[in-house]
């Protein structure tokens, strides 16, 4: 039976099948709305597109390249050509609608031709059977509908928005074809045969949107069914999902989870605009726009650090050793979202995390560029709250996902409970994540880059995945194990402190494990109180640390933020002075450094991080207390 408030009942299929022509997303090239671009914005868009498309040749995507994954496991050697070809399509395709010419139409055009002609948009990393065996070589006459190649049918299905018109011969009638036989025929007749059709996490809608824009741009004979397809699965996205609005993947990929979700209701409400009101007003949705404010750590305009969880990063670096640029976060989008659903705090929250931002950073998808580009609102409000401070909320707590959060003075503390059985799980249960005046002090590393292994039997085998070393505590050498069973129970929730039992994490030998974060009063404290069920050789609390620590006593650290990382602009990188004290009570303390040789990793937290390392009396019960409290901001604190 179909709920009243479902997506399925609010869209009427009718309407849907409206898109079985192009439907007008965005204003094309030289419509007058392109004179509208604020100048300044236009002049940096031109830059930066021109930055990109300049940075390095046209890269070839090789068969050697493409085998490596299969041979070694590294996902890069062809992904870093493959996302070069599309990030470089969009600044051409942007770059054309800024400044037409005869040169920048050749640019845009000789980059459309490549990608129909690529034997596949899928990457190796996803090109398995429906069986979920590998395949060693893509079969053109059999595409593969993954994240990327749904990805590349937007932007294709975008540039015709803008350019069709302009595209020479039948090229755009090339483009349409091979969107729809890669993209939107695979949707409609093998949608539900795929492992993320339906699923509640990010796969479902980072390639149910996609499918959307693609039918939108090039529409589809069969535009109903396509639709309605789509529909079913983000149904089952919004009832799957945690109903607090939490992303049990963090915040790197509620970037690609939530957001998703609301760019493809953002383009289905435009094709049915009198659904709009009443998909808006779904009570989730706006519960899913306020998560990056749960797990953000404060600071002034442009601030970008956030608490992660499990795979992502705590930044977005704009470069990374590698030279590999990321997609940039998109405060367009949630300051969009926040509009979409009528929450005040999330649209000056994405003003201030704009800082000093153009309004459309790159790379970026084409869609989303445009989205913000041509969206007049978002121009007015930024440039009216630049100067604002990040406004969160003073205390937020997510039940389903077990996140709690708290800010007192300069101070921002993050902590989790869940389970070890999450999507992108690290076994983490009970991590905790401080910031000082938007610098994170005590973190969690997040992820490196993806393998082969990474989603495999060897994912744990990677030290970041690990609980010896994430900030938990662990007895006798015995770590966290994965598992759904292997959760925290939440004991207490107050306005300023959370209780977790820890005991569960682990495979045995802990009857309870008592971790309190409390926020109050200026200073962050972390309590661990045990009770174990035999006499303990070795008990430790670790604690990772952001920058390295300076030691001012046997119980007194001074800390400091990353060093060297940082990735993004605004505030966060480090300043040399530390920005706040450490201080335990009976404990013996070792640091260990532990070096940073991913380049996604280096790129964010510079070429180390630090495990600070307290071992408390081993008794079979105890307790052990921590405080970090910020040092004023004249000491250095950013």
């Not at 593969?144 to 595209?167: I, K, M, N, P, S």
């Not at 990929?253 to 009443?278: G, K």
């Not at 649209?347 to 201030?352: D, S, Y």
């Not at 921002?412 to 992108?424: D, I, L, S, T, W």
């Amino acid at each position: 039976m179909v709920s009243a408030d479902s997506l399925t009942a609010l869209l009427d299929p009718a309407a849907l099948a409206r898109a079985t022509r192009p439907f007008p997303l965005y204003p094309r090239a030289g419509d007058p709305a392109w004179g509208d671009v604020p100048a300044a914005t236009r002049d940096r868009l031109l830059r930066d597109a021109d930055a990109l498309l300049a940075a390095q040749p046209w890269p070839a995507l090789t068969l050697h390249d493409w085998l490596d994954f299969t041979r070694t496991g590294d996902r890069g050697a062809f992904e870093r050509p493959y996302f070069t070809r599309r990030r470089q399509t969009v600044a051409a395709a942007l770059a054309l609608a800024l400044e037409p010419g005869a040169a920048r139409l050749d640019a845009l055009q000789d980059r459309v031709w490549d990608l129909l002609h690529e034997p596949s948009w899928c990457v190796p990393a996803h090109h398995t059977a429906p069986d979920g065996t590998d395949r060693v070589l893509p079969d053109p006459d059999r595409p593969r509908l993954d994240l990327f190649a749904g990805e590349t049918g937007a932007l294709l299905g975008g540039v015709l928005a803008l350019h069709g018109d302009a595209l020479v011969g039948d090229l755009a009638d090339q483009v349409r074809r091979e969107v729809h036989r890669r993209v939107l025929d695979p949707f409609r007749d093998d949608a539900r045969g795929y492992h993320w059709f339906a699923l509640p996490s990010n796969w479902n809608p980072w390639v149910v949107g996609n499918v959307v824009a693609a039918t939108l741009t090039t529409g589809h004979p069969d535009a109903g069914a396509v639709l309605a397809t789509a529909v079913e699965s983000l149904d089952a996205y919004l009832a799957g999902v945690p109903q607090d609005g939490g992303c049990p993947e963090g915040i790197a990929y509620w970037w690609q989870s939530a957001a998703r979700f609301f760019d493809a209701l953002d383009l289905l409400t435009r094709l049915v605009p009198e659904a709009r009101a009443a998909v808006m007003a779904l009570p989730l949705l706006g519960r899913l726009a306020r998560y990056p404010l749960a797990v953000h750590l404060g600071g002034g305009p442009g601030a970008s650090w956030n608490a992660v969880f499990g795979d992502g990063g705590a930044a977005v670096p704009r470069r990374d050793e590698a030279g590999w640029s990321r997609e940039a976060h998109s405060p367009a989008l949630l300051h969009r979202f926040g509009r979409a659903v009528g929450d005040e705090e999330v649209t000056a929250f994405a003003c201030a995390q704009r800082g000093d931002d153009p309004l459309v950073p790159l790379p970026s998808s084409l869609h989303r560029a445009l989205a913000a580009l041509l969206d007049p609102a978002w121009a007015a409000d930024a440039a009216r709250r630049r100067d604002l401070d990040v406004a969160l909320p003073r205390r937020a707590w997510l039940p389903e996902v077990a996140v709690f959060s708290a800010g007192t003075g300069r101070l921002r503390v993050v902590a989790k409970g869940g389970h070890n059985g999450e999507p992108h799980n690290h076994n983490d249960v009970g991590s905790v994540v401080v910031g000082v005046g938007g610098v994170p002090v005590v973190v969690d590393a997040g992820s490196g880059r993806y393998t082969r292994d990474s989603f495999r039997a060897g994912r744990y085998d990677a030290w970041f995945t690990t609980s010896s070393c994430h900030g938990v505590p662990e007895v006798d050498g015995v770590a966290q194990v994965p598992g759904r069973e292997h959760a925290a129970t939440v004991v207490e929730v107050g306005e300023d402190r959370v209780t977790f039992d820890l005991a569960a994490a682990y495979p045995g030998g802990i009857r309870r494990w008592l971790r309190t974060v409390v926020a109050a009063g200026g200073r962050v404290g972390i309590r661990d109180a045990w009770d174990l069920d035999h006499d303990p050789r070795d008990v430790v609390v670790r604690l990772l640390l952001a920058g390295p620590p300076e030691v001012r006593g046997d119980a007194t650290l001074a800390l400091r933020g990353p060093v060297g990382g940082g990735g993004t602009a605004g505030p966060g990188r480090d300043t040399g002075a530390p920005v706040a004290l450490l201080r335990h009570a009976g404990a013996a303390a070792t640091l260990r450094r532990l070096p940073q040789d991913d380049p996604l990793l280096r790129g964010t937290w510079g070429p180390s991080l630090t495990l600070l390392e307290l071992r408390p009396a081993a008794a079979r019960s105890g307790e052990l207390r921590v405080a970090v409290e910020a040092l004023p901001a004249a000491s250095g604190a950013a």
